[in-house]
């Protein structure tokens, strides 16, 4: 797996949205910064996991399988989203002007934002080593509410977009030409949109399972706390 | 892999599942004994996996237990590999698929392209050319299969069969649409490319061919032995100085020249997938070949001559 931990996701979102205001150079150091300081959160999490389980169990025997299935799924789980809003962000909204004025686009932008928000300050509380209960309840609660609505708003847009590309196809390659290839993007972000039928039900109860899990044990953490 | 360890002294053997650590069996002071689980027929001898080490890499047919390092009780892991396919059927319905594929584009089956082009014919003659040439190559690989080449492993696990079908056929598809396409564009230089792709892809079929058969012969019929390939009287051959895996290199050159001839943009990805294919396995044999030969030629590479 790759080490896109966490971090990127929210680096890339805020790198992203700004990028559309300003050039880079002042914002590059920045989004290099605010990246790394986030990667090594992310990073420290897992750490942090692995030491408990040592802890726990008292050998590094099966450490990894300790942590294994909530790295992989957050792994995948996070690059997905991290495509999935680098997509939404440059190659719909910022590729169909006529989508930008729409309510779905205001609507995954404040989905995005409030789950970043509690997501870091969920990490960063973490690493401190004092994570307050209301915070972690948040992380595994909001969710609930927001993911439906930021793939509302994520669907919403591309679907606005749709008349638009096919109208002056945008991103598509036609044949004949000297390459012998062709892209159509109006299909191609039909096929995004289904996609989203088996991948963002998987995400979706996988986060439900963990909820009951994590806050299900919410006395004996406050005890610790 | 099924293990069948003949046993000559008074040895005890136990086999423990690799995962849950349970005792499947206990075998008091075995003297002569074959072993492998023939109770359920579910259970073949080509899925079990026996092995010394819960995570270690899996005994050989071959091995002898008294070569074995192991104590006077003997514990050995066993492990489910799944369902298991032998390589040759993987290979035989890998291949037919593009084969059959190809020509149903290159003879415009219906419900492919516009009605109007039913079964109609390409005007450029490259395309005929570059049927022959893909149907050449697969029906090369089907013969090899059946007759040439020898396996060290008899099966591979099931779920491999789909996920090769579906990079080899699909692939074939996608190349296949465009190639036979009625808006189809030949090369843009003309007969002088489409000449000196034919030359290419044919002098790497045959150097494939040549490195097929020699690898073959380097192995006595039934033999699982290993040596390191050398270069014969077969000049298609004297590429071993360079390389240890020439039939990769033939490989890319064969797609490099049919993608020059088509000149088509999906024939270059598929080129460039299979290179990288190829060379992860052409390193992986590389290093095989350094770990199990002394006397290995230094000069070799993996797959392209001095460079990877």
Redo the contacts between chains.
Sequence with gaps: MSAAAPGTSKAAHGDVAAKKKKGPGALATAYLVIYNVVMTAGWLVIAVGLVRAYLARGSYHGLYYSIEKPLKFFQTGAILEVLSRVFLTWAVTHSVREVQSEDSVLLFVTAWTVTEIIRYSFYTFSLLNHLPYLIKWARYTFFIVLYPMGVTGELLTIYAALPYVQKTGLYSVTLPNKYNFSFDYYTFLILIMISYIPLFPQLYFHMIRQRKKVLGHAEDYSKVE | MRSTPMIYCRRSVEILDAKTKDKLCFLDKVRTYTISFHHDPQWYPARQSIRLDPKGKSLKDEDVLQHLPVGTTATFYFRDLGAQISWVTVFLTEYTGPLVIYLMFYFRVPFIYAPKYDFTTSKHWVVHLACMCHSFHYVKRLLETLFVHRFSHGTMPLRNIFKNCTYYWGFAAWMAY??N?P???PP?YGEQQIRLALIVFLFCQIGNFSIHVALRNLRPPGSKTRKIPYPTKNPFTWIFLLVSCPNYTYELGSWLGFTLM?????VAFFTLVGFIQMTVWAKGKHRSYLKEFRDYPPLRSPILPFVL
Excluded: A, G, W
């Design positions: 465009y190639i396409h808006l189809y564009t843009i088509t000149q088509c943009l999906p």
